[in-house]
């Protein structure tokens, strides 16, 4: 009964697997090297990141900004390469829909350049959001957040 119930369960992944994929466009995912290195392919002017917009030319500044060992600009690289991945194309899982809002709301308890180090709290646990419209929530820790992000942006 176990074996029937593993490949029942397969079947139904590869099914919902192939729906997503048929309802994209096949479009590859696309580094942060990349999109500071590409402007004319951002698919867009403006780009929010922890509820704070800025023009394609302030975000390229700062994702070519030596991160020094702070890693909310390591975590503000995979965050705009991930939402400029998913404006142009690349089809995300359901589940890095999630991972984009927890790294937006890491990045608004985190201020881009507030030297962030790995060994920190702020890295290594999980956090508490509260925001003004939502209940409190507990999100997991930036490194795990940034691992997803990048694993997103580098096709995997």
Known sequence: MRYLTKILMITVCLIALS????????VECKSPGYWKNHPDDWPG???TIGCKDYNKEEAIEIM???VKGDKTYNMFNA?????LNINSGCCPPSCEIDIIMEA???MENNSLGSDVRASSDAWQKVFLYCGECTCCTTYPSG???YKKLDAFNNGY
């Open 64 to 66: 070519r900004t030596p």
């Open 104 to 106: 937006d709301r890491w």
């Open 45 to 47: 002017e403006t780009i």
């Open 143 to 145: 490194e795990a957040i």
């Open 19 to 26: 729906g997503i994929a048929a309802a994209c466009d096949v």
């Open 79 to 83: 965050l705009v390469a991930a939402k």
